[in-house]
């Protein structure tokens, strides 16, 4: 299916702002993009399998932070940051 | 992944001058720089009087430390993360011209019996010269990491991590810790003894292995810690910065949250030198850095405790202060800082190097570097508008 990267990921895929990878769960999706884009995961998901806080995927309009949740039928997936409405500096 | 660029920065045509003029060499002292928003390499000429900067490398980055291996002159080990993506280490063998991420950054086990899983890293340190490509990384939560490959590949070190009174001693959960999160620091290694090693947390106090991180025992007798109910308590301190000196290992200074320490081996007890500092500006502070050769010379800069905890100057007036007696008296360096200024000199980014006479460095909160090429005794501004500097090392 297509990925579409968050521009602080491109430097793990060439700066390519959506790839092709395979899953039947989000968590096997992004195991995926890792296998072919080593290092990738490690930013966006925790050595708990926890999707870190600053980061959302999109399955079509539906955030998702459950990483079991299944792809059946999914075309697209959005890796994207999160943006919280406010910042520090 | 490999991000690259086209010539090394000891290249004299990758640097832009700081000032008017451009050093007519850069055989002088280079200093890494880590910064809220990416890291900057500065050179000095041999006479350490012009300098000159890099463009920024990884701009928009935390970087919380960027450290060279002393053993081998070239490996650098930089820890980064950004506001969204998760922490790693970079590392580049060819003194900062490419860079690659570790293949396995540190991280807890899957499944750690705690649930920790690191926020950031926050220290780095090479380990002994006897151990080639080790280093130990400290992070937040306060997790301890080593490497043998020169910093591609970390594990946990499981007799810290996992230690049965790790729960006891670290801040876990950190949610009522320092506000970027508890942090593990200060990792010194004995230069006799590989075996040897010392950490501190902020908060949780300075902690010994002398089996190689197999098994810990606190050392903070003689430590205020005035933020407890109870200060007289083995564990709960809050070091801000530990050091060991090379020459006399035995010799550990340690500025503190609540003063400025001195211990001297095999004692176990931390004795308050900062008692000798000048009332009206106390002992608290973030740095103490070391005399390469001597070991009764260090310096600290001075931060207003009281109240709320600015963590500015005491009374807005930026001063170092140097002992040259281990503590028992301390001096004055301020010739050349601005008389009044609100900023902070974190834990990691005061320096020395190692020419005589030593030169002293501190990056600040509001984005400048100051040097002194006389041992503190004249200051002068070499490079201003960076970000937030988070650490000041000596390449």
């Known amino acids: 299916m297509k990925v579409r990267i968050a521009s602080p990921l491109r430097s793990y895929t060439g700066n390519a702002s959506a790839v092709v990878a395979d899953g039947a769960t989000v968590a096997e999706l992004i195991d995926d993009l890792d296998h072919r884009f080593p290092g990738l995961a490690f930013r966006i998901v925790d050595e708990q399998g926890q999707l870190r806080q600053h980061m959302v995927v999109w399955i079509g309009q539906e955030r998702c932070r459950d990483l079991s949740t299944a792809l059946d039928g999914v075309d697209e997936v959005v890796i994207m940051q999160a943006l919280s409405g406010g910042c520090i500096g | ?38 890291a900057w390499i500065l050179a000095a000429d041999a006479a350490r009087e012009r300098w000159a900067v890099t463009p920024p490398m990884f701009l928009g980055q935390i970087i919380q430390h960027l450290v060279l291996d002393w053993r081998d002159g070239r490996t650098m080990l930089m820890a980064t993360k950004t506001g969204h993506l998760g922490p790693t280490v970079f590392r580049s063998t060819d003194g900062g011209c490419t860079w690659t991420e570790a293949n396995r950054p540190p991280k807890f086990r899957a499944g750690d019996a705690h649930g920790r899983s690191v926020r950031t890293v926050f220290w780095l340190a090479p380990g002994h010269a006897d151990e080639p490509g080790a280093w130990y990384a400290g992070a937040s939560p306060q997790g301890l990491f080593r490497s043998t490959d020169g910093g591609d590949t970390w594990d946990p070190v499981d007799g810290w991590n996992d230690h049965p009174n790790w729960g006891t001693w670290a801040e876990w959960p950190d949610v009522e810790g320092t506000p970027d999160g508890s942090m593990l620091h200060s990792i010194l290694v004995d230069p006799r003894d590989a075996r040897h090693l010392y950490l501190a947390l902020s908060g949780g106090g300075v902690f010994e292995s002398s089996d190689a991180g197999g098994d810990w025992r606190p050392l903070n007798a003689g430590c205020a810690a005035d933020f407890l109910p109870d200060p007289d308590v083995p564990t709960g301190h809050d070091p801000h910065c530990v050091r060991l000196h090379p020459q006399r290992p035995d010799r550990l200074y340690q500025q503190n949250h609540c003063g400025i320490y001195r211990m001297d081996r095999p004692a176990e007890r931390w004795q308050r030198i900062g008692d000798n500092m000048p009332r009206d500006v106390g002992d608290i502070g973030f740095p103490v ?101 988070y650490s000041v090392e000596m390449a």
């Open chain 2, 1 to 38: 992944m490999t991000i690259g660029t086209e010539t090394p920065w000891s290249t004299r045509a990758d640097f832009e001058a700081v000032g008017a003029e451009m050093p007519t060499d850069l055989d002088g002292p280079k200093l890494l720089i880590g910064t809220r928003k990416g």
């Open chain 2, 289 to 389: 850095e070391l005399h390469p050769r001597d070991p009764d010379t260090a310096w600290v800069f001075p931060m207003d405790g009281t109240d709320v905890w600015p963590r500015t100057s005491p009374d807005g007036r930026p001063a170092v202060y140097v002992t040259r007696d281990a503590g028992d008296s301390w001096s004055r360096l301020d010739a050349g800082l601005p008389p009044r200024a609100w900023f902070t000199v974190k834990r990691q980014a005061m320096t020395v190097d190692d020419r005589d006479p030593v030169g002293v460095y501190f990056g600040t909160t509001g984005g400048e570097v100051w040097a002194s090429a006389d041992e503190g005794a004249h200051w002068s501004r070499i490079v201003g508008h960076l970000p937030e500097i």
